[in-house]
């Protein structure tokens, strides 16, 4: 019998707070229309007092636990995907920890933004099959609004604020991650970055973005990064029973979509209500999907992300 890892639950948690692109119009020289039909962003949740990365993320660990029907105190491996934590350091991936009760496991975090998630299944999934863990969180979970420049419309209106989470365990029932394709290219730091850092401006910084020029590589990467990871798991683009992607924006998902000869409809679009919630998107729109049984138990499923640096990368996973 072959170990993999495969997903025993998931889980989400958004803010309290949604904004529309109306109320947003209020402050932002925007419109609903332009957000729509750039975007097919409606809607975005927003962090208040109280709320943070590791928060939102613990609040999604309970519920992918309770999915799972597992306690905290089975967890040995926490792996947090963030480009947001509650501090340069520790890791907010402990603050998980210690808010779940978890006297003592592995727990870090991992910073690839968007891509974030892919990179930290990867990371989670192989210590799995290697028997180093047996059962893990793998987490995406960031609050954004915190890195938006609210005075630059360019950017403000893209992004969300969420957390979504996976317990991912050791199985031998043919389930679990059957292959996974990871991508990096520094030569592109320069069009999606923050413009701070602790090391260089000792300050937070704020997201900047050269949309178009991201939008271009995205479509490219990503097609290409899922077609490799579902020849890795010896399978066909006609196996797969659903794709989800990163949820940066509806037009990306159709373009990529389509170059795939992939039907929309397996596509799981969520970005209209979440907008683009960074490391978050993956794990939160899986969990939708399961909730809403459209994903069920042995579907062949396709994870995707391609975010700032740039990173990139496709997970292909019988759930
Ligand atoms: O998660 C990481 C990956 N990120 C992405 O994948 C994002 C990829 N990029 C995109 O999604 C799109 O490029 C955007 C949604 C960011 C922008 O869409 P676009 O069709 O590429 O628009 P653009 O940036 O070329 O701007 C078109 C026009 C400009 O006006 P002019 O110069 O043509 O007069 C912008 O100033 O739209 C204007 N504009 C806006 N207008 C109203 C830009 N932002 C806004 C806004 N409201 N919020």
Redesign the pocket.
């Known amino acids: 019998m072959t170990r993999r890892a495969a997903i025993l639950g998931t889980g989400s948690a958004l803010p309290r707070r949604r904004v529309s692109n109306a109320e947003l119009a209020e402050t932002?020289?925007?419109?609903d229309e332009?957000?729509v039909e750039?975007?097919g962003i409606h809607f975005r949740h927003i962090a208040g007092e109280g709320e943070t990365t590791s928060t939102l993320a613990t609040a999604a660990c309970r519920s992918a636990l309770d999915a799972a029907g597992m306690d905290s105190s089975a967890i040995d491996l926490i792996i947090l995907a963030t480009a947001t934590p509650d501090q340069t350091f520790p890791a907010s991936a402990t603050r998980v920890q210690t808010a779940l009760g978890i006297d003592d496991c592995v727990a870090f975090d991992v910073q690839a933004?968007?891509s974030g998630f892919l990179y930290a299944l990867s990371v989670a999934e192989s210590m799995i099959r290697a028997g180093s863990a047996t059962n893990a969180l793998v987490i995406g979970s960031e609050t954004f609004s915190r890195i938006l420049d609210w005075e630059d419309?360019?950017?403000c209106?893209?992004f969300g604020d969420g957390a979504g989470a996976v317990v991912l365990g050791a199985d031998e029932s043919g389930r679990g991650v059957l292959s996974t394709r990871l991508h990096a290219d520094g030569r592109h730091n320069e069009l999606?970055y923050v413009d701070g850092g602790p090391s260089t401006t000792g300050t937070v910084g704020k997201l900047r973005?050269k949309?178009?020029e991201?939008?271009r590589h995205?479509v490219v990467n990503l097609a290409n990064v899922m077609r490799e990871a579902v020849e890795g798991a010896g399978l066909a683009m006609s196996d797969v029973d659903w794709v989800v992607p990163?949820q940066?924006?509806a037009?990306?998902l159709d373009a990529t979509a389509r170059k795939l000869g992939l039907p929309a409809e397996r596509v799981v679009m969520t970005v209209d209500q979440h907008a683009?919630t960074?490391a978050a998107s993956v794990p939160l729109a899986l969990d939708t999907a399961v909730r809403d049984g459209r994903i069920a138990r042995g579907d062949v499923i396709v994870l995707e992300a391609?975010?700032?640096g740039f990173t990139w990368g496709a997970s292909v996973v019988r759930f």
């Open positions: 932002v020289d925007t419109s332009w957000i750039r975007t933004v968007c419309r360019g950017t209106v893209l999606l973005m949309g178009r991201v939008f995205a990163h940066a924006n037009r990306i683009n960074s391609m975010g700032g």
